[in-house]
C-alpha cells in the first residue's frame, strides 16, 4: 500500500468539462515502504478529469517517482487502487465540480423561468381574446412572435 504524502498541483486548468491538475518536481510525493519518493515528470505529469462526470480520464499515464537512484513508475489507474490518491483528488476537485453543478442548477432555472414566461403570455393572449381588446391582443402576439425569434 503505498500512501500520498503531499498532492499539490502546479496549477490547475479548467477547459469546458475538463480539469487539468499538473504537477511539478516538490508538489507531489508518496511513501512507500516508509521511505519518500517525489514525482518526477518524465512521462506524465498531469491528472485529466472529467468535472461533468468526475471520472479521470487518463489512467494509462504512468507517474514516475524517485527517491536517490530509485525509481518507480506505476500506471495512474494502478496508483488510485493502492493508493489514498481517490481521496486526495477529491479535495482537490470538489470546488470545481460544485461550480459546475450550479451552473447545471442555475440554467435549468433560467429554462423554467422562460417557460413560465411563455405561459402567462399565452395566458395573456387568450384574457385579451376573451376580451375584445384587439390593441392588447396584438401588441402580445408581437411580443410572443419576438420572443420565440429570440429562443
Known amino acids: 500500500m503505498l500512501n500520498i504524502k503531499m498532492m499539490k498541483p502546479f496549477y490547475t486548468l479548467q477547459e469546458g468539462n475538463d480539469l487539468k ?9 508518496i511513501i512507500k515502504e516508509n521511505e519518500v519518493y517525489q514525482f518526477i515528470p518524465v512521462e506524465s505529469n498531469e491528472i485529466r478529469i472529467n468535472i461533468q462526470t468526475t471520472q479521470i480520464e487518463n489512467l494509462t499515464d504512468i507517474f514516475v517517482f524517485q527517491r536517490g537512484t530509485k525509481i ?3 500506471r495512474l489507474f494502478q496508483l488510485l487502487q493502492i493508493s489514498d490518491l481517490l481521496d486526495h483528488l477529491q479535495s482537490i476537485t470538489s470546488f470545481h465540480v460544485q461550480d459546475v453543478k450550479s451552473g447545471d442548477n442555475s440554467e435549468k432555472s433560467s429554462q423554467e ?3 413560465f414566461e411563455k405561459e402567462n403570455l399565452h395566458r395573456l393572449i387568450d384574457k385579451a381574446l376573451l376580451e375584445g381588446d384587439r390593441e392588447q391582443f396584438m401588441s402580445l402576439t408581437e411580443q410572443f412572435k419576438t420572443e420565440e425569434a429570440a429562443h
Open 113 to 115: 423561468v422562460l417557460h
Open 21 to 29: 491538475l499538473v504537477f511539478a518536481y516538490q508538489y507531489f510525493s
Open 72 to 74: 518507480f513508475r506505476v
